[in-house]
């Protein structure tokens, strides 16, 4: 997808990361319905299978067919609970049950809009997904998280200006469902993000000048990198956060410095030993492949132990 300009202020004190909660809704309580009261109750607190163990209803839960998750969790709290829990997903493992997608935007022919579409492991079509809320953006990121699928800000034209933006929207693939998490305190856009332990981290990109808003409770910044970095692309090795490639105001071309985040001791360090352009990347196990810019059809590889590359 073709970026937007939309602004010409580099982030330097912009990193942040996101910890996902759940709020869990409280059953609500009707005082004129005693009956309905009660039967709240017990959907929420019963078993879920009745005369099954929990374990072994989970598991029962586990072997139904993605297909039918929607239907599944429309007939019982405690059920659509469970299916959006990371242990569900731990479960789903156990039985051999787990379905693992790719998620790909498509813009529409003539240019003017866009879907997700999710292929199944053999790259045959899956399905459509519904829908994202907000307006068409350039220049997001996208992170799974906890096996939904996140995506962050961006830029958008509305009325033919270019604005940054600071929303995130999750997606849910067991109910096909959007929803709207706690913005970002700085709008981005064309910026790196990863996952490392749970957290999703927002590094560098473009930005636009704008006060913090009051939903983002659940971003917090944390030290900056060394100097302004856009273009650039971020992974997660070893409980450690890795920033690579794209450009810098201190390097002419590609930036070939990796800058290297250790949540543990909240700090940054600087390696030399950089990738060059890069135009897409994949964590396969524990090593990074990228596609080149200058040769599409080579492919480096960066070994996080000794940070060293091969192609």
């Known amino acids: 997808m073709a970026g937007l300009v939309c602004g010409k202020k580099r982030l330097t004190e912009s990193n942040m990361w996101f910890s996902s909660s759940v709020q869990q809704d409280n059953p609500t309580r009707s005082k004129s319905n005693s009956c309905l009261t009660s039967q709240g109750a017990d959907d929420f607190h019963g078993p879920i299978l009745p005369g099954l163990p929990d374990d072994v209803a989970e598991y029962c839960l586990a072997l139904v067919p993605r297909s039918n998750f929607p239907a599944m969790g429309g007939v019982r709290k405690r059920w659509r609970l469970f299916i959006q829990s990371k242990e569900f997903i731990t479960v789903q493992k156990l039985a051999g049950m787990l379905e693992e997608g790719l998620y790909v935007l498509v813009m529409d022919a003539e240019g003017k809009g866009s879907h997700w579409e999710v292929l199944d492991c053999f790259g045959d079509k899956h399905q459509l997904l519904r829908h994202m809320p907000g307006p068409v953006k350039a220049g997001f990121g996208v992170v799974v998280l906890n096996g939904k699928l996140l995506v962050m800000a961006g830029c958008s034209m509305i009325n033919g200006t270019g604005l940054a933006s600071a929303d995130v929207y999750r997606y849910d693939s067991c109910h096909n469902s959007w929803s709207q998490l706690a913005n970002m305190n700085v709008a981005h856009y064309d910026f790196a993000c990863a996952e490392v332990n749970g957290m999703v981290y927002v590094v560098g990109g473009y930005g636009m000048d704008g006060e913090s808003l009051s939903s983002a409770d659940k971003w917090t910044l944390i030290e900056s990198l060394c100097r302004p970095r856009w273009g650039c692309?971020?992974?997660?090795?070893?409980?450690?956060?890795?920033?690579?490639?794209?450009?810098?105001?201190?390097?002419?071309?590609?930036?070939?410095?990796?800058?290297?985040?250790?949540?543990?001791?909240?700090?940054?360090?600087?390696?030399?030993?950089?990738?060059?352009?890069?135009?897409?990347?994949?964590?396969l196990g524990k090593m990074l492949s990228c596609m080149e810019w200058k040769n599409q059809r080579k492919l480096s590889i960066f070994n996080p132990e000794d940070n060293s590359w091969k192609m």
Do not use: Q
Request: charged share 15%.
């Open 233 to 283: 692309f971020a992974c997660g090795f070893a409980g450690k956060l890795y920033v690579m490639g794209g450009r810098s105001n201190f390097t002419i071309g590609n930036s070939r410095f990796v800058d290297v985040y250790n949540p543990d001791g909240h700090t940054w360090r600087e390696m030399k030993n950089g990738s060059v352009m890069v135009t897409a990347n994949a964590v």
